[in-house]
Nanobody, 133 residues
Framework: EVQLVESGGGLVQAGGSLRLSCAAS????????IGWFRQAPGREREGVAC?????????????VKGRFTISGDVFISSDKNSVVTLQMTSLKSDDTAVYYCAATPTPPEDPLVPCTDGHFASWGQGTQVTVSS
């Protein structure tokens, strides 16, 4: 069973930075796509950024382009653990949300897994990010 544990959330002033980390373990397949999603009160969960073990970052939401960076070691072959980070800069009040890490196997025929929650099978518990204006 894939396990995902997020950390790094907290309270920050607008314009500040935060770094979220996702520790992923329990993979049974060779390749995965890991994504960061967020859900603000009263809004649907949305994809923020995704990264593929095969091709690197595959998606950024328009609202975070130029401000957020997804990176990490997606699938270390020796023990099938991954650590993915989301570096968030120039934070705005609109970035306030619960941030979730999610993972799904990457199909061998298509490494571009859509960065939408319906395509992801495993989820972390989430970490709260609050940006004060």
């Amino acid at each position: 069973e894939v396990q995902l544990v997020e950390s790094g959330g907290g309270l920050v002033q607008a314009g500040g930075s935060l770094r979220l980390s996702c520790a992923a373990s329990g993979f049974t397949s060779d390749e995965h796509t890991i994504g960061w999603f967020r859900q603000a009160p009263g809004r649907e969960r949305e994809g923020v950024a995704c990264i593929s073990s095969r091709i690197g970052p595959t998606y950024y939401a328009d609202s975070v382009k130029g401000r957020f960076t997804i990176s990490g070691d997606v699938f270390i072959s020796s023990d099938k653990n991954s650590v993915v980070t989301l570096q968030m800069t120039s934070l705005k009040s609109d970035d306030t949300a619960v941030y979730y890490c999610a993972a799904t196997p990457t199909p061998p025929e298509d490494p571009l897994v859509p960065c939408t929650d319906g395509h992801f099978a495993s989820w972390g518990q989430g970490t709260q990010v609050t940006v004060s204006s």
